[in-house]
């Protein structure tokens, strides 16, 4: 943690600066330039210690860390590639994992056709909603339990493993039985007694990134989990609230390799509730896949124009087969297979 003084600050207001450190057990490195006076803290865990006890003291220009705020997600912890096994699919290898099905469950006819259909274009996880998180309490709020058996039989007749979200920090054993992925959508990143609890489980994880998090954010909320123990954290980019409004959502390529440079964590893509729009939702994902994610989640619905939730950016069998080709070829020119 650096400590920098305004210009002219006096000998009273640095002394204590120096002596609140001293308090807090840290040493200090005094830096007296001609003009200002930078203090560097020493030792001890400043990353325990809040800035502000700093920044309030009179004569403080900037209180500045230099440590990143997570840890555990970082590379400097860990250098090699963290590797999720779930049912026979590893994430986070050379395979690209591609995870598809509806948004939600909706009855057993549409689930077990999404399920056969994405499964023949060639997706290894099978996703759908059974709790939805909507942002208006009077919009379909998910079969719940009934969502949970069904996706529970769609895994026993497809042999596909299933990631669906859970929201409450008290159903995730529940969730967990018919989950092999659980998910933590993007409105509840920073819920930290839901990833709390995920931590605990072990279970095999998908962390959206908050719509309006950095990176930085993601990674620390990635720290809850793993710092109870649960290696098993993938997170997925799934676009976030910018001043565009032609896409539901950005999508941030960017945060890729950005990721994979800070953290060992895989990562995945989500194009459609990027995208907001099927029409988009094959250009994004191979672009994903391009710029080096280890998997897509996409949302692919039998008859898209009466799904409940999200038609519009569902994408039907035939486009998600078509997509699948595509990805195949972006796949192999990047070094990579799906
Ligand atoms: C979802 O994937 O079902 C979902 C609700 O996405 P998000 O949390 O990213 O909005
Ligand atoms: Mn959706």
Same mark, same amino acid.
């Given at each position: 943690m650096i400590v920098e003084m305004k210009t002219g600050a006096g000998k009273t207001q640095v002394n204590?600066?120096?002596?609140?450190?001293?308090?807090?057990?840290?040493?200090?490195?005094?830096?007296?330039?001609? +003009?200002?006076?930078? @203090?560097?803290m020493l030792g001890g865990n400043t990353g325990q210690i809040a800035t502000d006890v700093f920044a309030i003291l009179p004569g403080v220009e900037r209180v500045t860390r230099i440590m990143k705020p997570y840890k555990l997600s970082s590379r400097e912890v860990k250098k090699q590639n963290t590797l999720v096994q779930v049912g026979g699919v590893e994430i986070g290898g050379d395979k690209i994992v591609v995870m598809a099905g509806p948004c939600a469950v909706e009855s057993e006819k549409q689930l077990l056709e999404a399920a056969k259909q994405v499964k023949s274009a060639g997706a290894t996880v099978l996703r759908g909603g059974a709790f939805k998180p909507r942002t208006s309490p009077f919009s379909f709020q998910g079969l719940q339990e009934i969502g949970l058996a069904l996706l529970a039989k769609a895994r026993e007749q497809t042999g596909m493993p299933i990631v669906t979200e859970v929201v409450d920090p008290?159903?995730?054993?529940?969730?967990?039985?018919?989950? +092999?992925?659980?998910? @933590?959508?993007s409105r509840n990143m920073q819920n930290f007694t839901l990833l709390t609890s995920i931590g605990k489980s072990g279970w095999p994880v998908v962390l959206k990134r908050g719509f309006s998090c950095t990176v930085t954010e993601w990674?620390?909320?990635?720290?809850?989990?793993?710092?109870?123990?649960?290696?098993?954290?993938?997170?997925c980019e799934r676009g976030i609230r910018t001043f565009e409004d032609s896409t539901r959502f950005s999508l941030d390529l960017s945060a890729i390799p950005v990721i994979k440079k800070a953290s060992h964590l895989p990562v995945i893509v989500d194009p459609s509730h990027a995208a907001g729009h099927h029409d988009l939702v094959p250009a994004l994902a191979k672009a994903a896949v391009a710029a080096g994610a280890d998997g897509l989640l996409i949302e692919v619905h039998p008859k898209p124009a009466e799904a409940l939730v999200?038609?519009?950016?569902?994408?039907?069998?035939?486009?998600f087969t078509k997509l699948m080709a595509e990805l195949?070829?972006?796949?192999?020119?990047?070094?990579r297979k799906i």
């Amino acid at each position: 943690m650096i400590v920098e003084m305004k210009t002219g600050a006096g000998k009273t207001q640095v002394n204590a600066v120096v002596e609140k450190a001293k308090s807090l057990g840290l040493g200090v490195q005094m830096n007296m330039g001609t +003009d200002k006076v930078v @203090v560097a803290m020493l030792g001890g865990n400043t990353g325990q210690i809040a800035t502000d006890v700093f920044a309030i003291l009179p004569g403080v220009e900037r209180v500045t860390r230099i440590m990143k705020p997570y840890k555990l997600s970082s590379r400097e912890v860990k250098k090699q590639n963290t590797l999720v096994q779930v049912g026979g699919v590893e994430i986070g290898g050379d395979k690209i994992v591609v995870m598809a099905g509806p948004c939600a469950v909706e009855s057993e006819k549409q689930l077990l056709e999404a399920a056969k259909q994405v499964k023949s274009a060639g997706a290894t996880v099978l996703r759908g909603g059974a709790f939805k998180p909507r942002t208006s309490p009077f919009s379909f709020q998910g079969l719940q339990e009934i969502g949970l058996a069904l996706l529970a039989k769609a895994r026993e007749q497809t042999g596909m493993p299933i990631v669906t979200e859970v929201v409450d920090p008290h159903e995730v054993t529940m969730v967990a039985k018919s989950a +092999d992925i659980l998910q @933590v959508g993007s409105r509840n990143m920073q819920n930290f007694t839901l990833l709390t609890s995920i931590g605990k489980s072990g279970w095999p994880v998908v962390l959206k990134r908050g719509f309006s998090c950095t990176v930085t954010e993601w990674l620390t909320a990635a720290d809850y989990i793993l710092t109870e123990g649960n290696p098993n954290v993938i997170l997925c980019e799934r676009g976030i609230r910018t001043f565009e409004d032609s896409t539901r959502f950005s999508l941030d390529l960017s945060a890729i390799p950005v990721i994979k440079k800070a953290s060992h964590l895989p990562v995945i893509v989500d194009p459609s509730h990027a995208a907001g729009h099927h029409d988009l939702v094959p250009a994004l994902a191979k672009a994903a896949v391009a710029a080096g994610a280890d998997g897509l989640l996409i949302e692919v619905h039998p008859k898209p124009a009466e799904a409940l939730v999200d038609g519009l950016q569902s994408l039907n069998p035939a486009e998600f087969t078509k997509l699948m080709a595509e990805l195949r070829l972006v796949a192999e020119a990047v070094g990579r297979k799906i």
